[in-house]
């Protein structure tokens, strides 16, 4: 199978190009904007902004996966306290950009992985936070990733997964067959 995964310079991005190239026997594709510090010999890496609809359209276009993992994201709600719109560049336009060129593979695409964040949920009372609870998010970055979640669910239905940071857990679970 052939996988692009997001935010590759990222802990998470690269805690999964690590743990999933030294596990399987599938094409890993990383894209990030940022060099990645660390490289594992069995991902191909590629610099991309995915604030650019372009370059992620004519990447998605040429590698073709079958599932994509996105994890790139302006990670913190500091930042997004200071910068609402830079966050949502990064967070909803480059999640925006990515599911265009996903949408433009149909059927092809299997699969399609979105990495949210506990925030959306807001100050809860139990932790973790139960499924299905009410999304109820306090800071931009936290409005950016309940609407970044919103989009890939609503584009990819049955074939969209979420993650949430206390279900990574659910990372042992792909691929979807």
């Given amino acids: 199978m052939k996988f692009l995964v997001t935010g590759t310079s990222g802990f998470i991005g690269t805690s999964y190009c690590d743990r999933f190239s030294n596990r399987h026997d599938h094409d890993i594709a990383g894209i990030d904007r940022l060099n990645p510090h660390e490289r594992f010999g069995r991902v191909t890496y590629f610099s991309v902004d995915l604030r650019h ?102 584009a990819f239905r049955e074939r969209a997964l979420v993650l949430l940071p206390f279900e990574l857990k659910a990372l042992s679970l792909l691929p979807p067959h």
Avoid at 121 to 126: D, I, K, Q
Avoid at 132 to 146: C, F, I, V
């Fill in 53 to 154: 609809s372009k370059a992620v359209s004519s990447l998605v276009k040429e590698l073709e996966p079958e599932v994509i993992i996105h994890f790139a994201a302006q990670a913190r709600v500091d930042p997004s306290l200071s910068s609402s719109v830079e966050t949502y560049r990064d967070n909803v336009e480059g999640t925006i950009n990515l599911i265009a060129a996903a949408e433009a593979l149909g059927n092809r695409l299997d699969r399609f992985v979105y990495a949210s964040s506990e925030t959306v949920y807001g100050s809860s009372a139990s932790y973790p936070t139960k499924e299905g609870a009410h999304l109820n998010p306090e800071s931009p970055y936290a409005a950016s990733k309940a609407a970044s979640e919103f989009l890939v669910t609503r």
